[in-house]
DNA sequence: CTGAAAGCGCTTACAG
DNA sequence: CTGAAAGCGCTTACAG
């Protein structure tokens, strides 16, 4: 709580130094057309004179409006999520905006604290990136806000809200046929919160696509583990040493798939040769990655992009239809998975 | 412009159902002592009957503070920033605070709107990583603005203001001295802005290094360009078809090294056995590439920290000195140069 | 320990 | 096209 000194040039003391009333220097900040030329250049001048600087807090509170759209993030050093919110800045800046920033670490407490945080600062709106453990105490807490909201990446059921995604089952599909398609009968699927909606998604499409192979899936090659680099570790470990390894290993990230690699490396099991790996997300590390992971493009800022542009017609519009925007995924076969 | 329509609850209406002063309920929400505890409970209760949602626009409005810091980095894509951003950012929400933040694509001009905006939003203070060119003109307008502000991973000559960052010098220094006791006499210094703080400072490290040993510096082998991946493939094919190519290769940064080493595989050229590659910043990739890079910490998780503790201080004290955090980096030895 | 009044710096009706 | 007054929802002195 920062008491501050100086204080500030106001709209009045403007008004004053230029010979005009305080709604017209008002009128003149806002740049509205009714405003004589000559009065307009005798204020600006003013301005500049006394230099003022235009306090957005108090007008923001007198016209019960705000330019400030709060966004809640699970981690900034995801790649995944960084990509995300740089579509948000971006868009939204461009829109007049700026954004109020909150990261949870996948906290359900803290998402909490911080939507509350957000709500009391007034913003405009909230694009949130939900948790993966988000509970019923959230859903419930989201349903009574009245603010704008937008919910990105990971949908929550029984929240009335917009939604922006990606086609996660359709993702996972494809990745699933093109181990299917190589011969592959062992395929485990690592990392991942259950309960979560991405998880689940991407699990109809594993499903799907072994049903259509009338293959039946093998509950051990399932593991369930935190969608970091540790998590994949981990998760590989409990998978390779079964009698029964996996012959290709479908990620739940790019960030598992990684940690996956390095775990096999330190196994001395070759990705693409000894065993194929497959990643979501498609961060530009991917691509780079040695060997090139093969991995499905779930284009993070696209989905911030659209995040923003949606929040910004429900904070502009009483539109009350709500909207689903789900993107078509892409495959990128590279080399933990092209060898024939 | 978000109207708000459903209106809020106010104090007063608390206070009226509490059957209290508006300036008692007032006291109560900001947890003042001197309220019986009869009383508080009052008014809790009414709060949670009416639904009320503390509104800090108003308060801090009204009290002349603030418990928003604007937050301006140039990148968060870049993995050194987005550390540094989550270390600012875990400092400042546990001390109270939310982040308002901007990104400036290291773009001068809108690093300039986005401390006018900040400033108009009146954010309590203002953590600054400095765009690369950033010039004289955001040198007085830096040093006009009375908020209180911490410049972060990059110095400006001409502000006056407290600074956290990393001893460029000490840590250049460190990676050249390394290259030259493995034998390179021919290092080439790749990726980064001339006219930078953080290039200044390394290209004096890069030249200590090379006086300590005797050695004159060949300019050809001194490469200025964007520090990013781009960057590094772009400079080291300006200096590798020299008729003396460089044996060893310093790097602005990580980012850099990483575009250096896709563009020395692309020519067939082992980095860490035809030649050695050193980087800057020991981003997480760094030790899971292929090869593992050498490389410089930097350390930018805690610079956020100190940044966002700094500022607080500046906040919260009229302490009128300014201070500098310079922290000590550490070379990580790893396979680009670790064959002897 | 509690209350009535004024004010933070704007914008909003409403007159002219 | 411009002005005087009221008010956004709080907190701040100042009384009691």
Known sequence: MKKMNKQRVTLQEVAKHAGVSTSTASLVVRN?????EATRKKVLQSMEDLGYVYDRVAANMRSKSSNIVGV???DISNTFISEFLIGVQTTL???GYTVLLGTTFDSVDK????ISTMVEHRVGGIILNPASKSSARTVKQLNQIRTPKVLANRELSDVQ??????DYEQGAWMAIRHLLQKGHRRIAFLGGIKTSSTWIERMKGFKRAHDEA??????SLIIDMVPTREGGKEALAQVIDQPEPPTAIFCFSDLVAFGVIQELSARDI?????????GFDNVPEAEMYHPPLTTVSS???SIGVKAANLLYHKMNEQDEELQRLILKPQLHIRETSSSS
Chains 1, 2 share one sequence.
């Open 72 to 74: 809640i993030v699970t």
């Open 93 to 95: 800046e461009s829109l």
């Open 111 to 114: 998402q909490e604290r911080l």
């Open 270 to 278: 070759k990705p693409g040769e000894d065993i194929d790996v497959v």
């Open 299 to 301: 284009f993070p800022r």
């Open 214 to 219: 009338n293959l039946t899936i093998d509950e």
């Open 161 to 166: 809200c917009d939604y922006v995604g990606v």
């Open 32 to 36: 509205n057309p009714r405003i004589s």
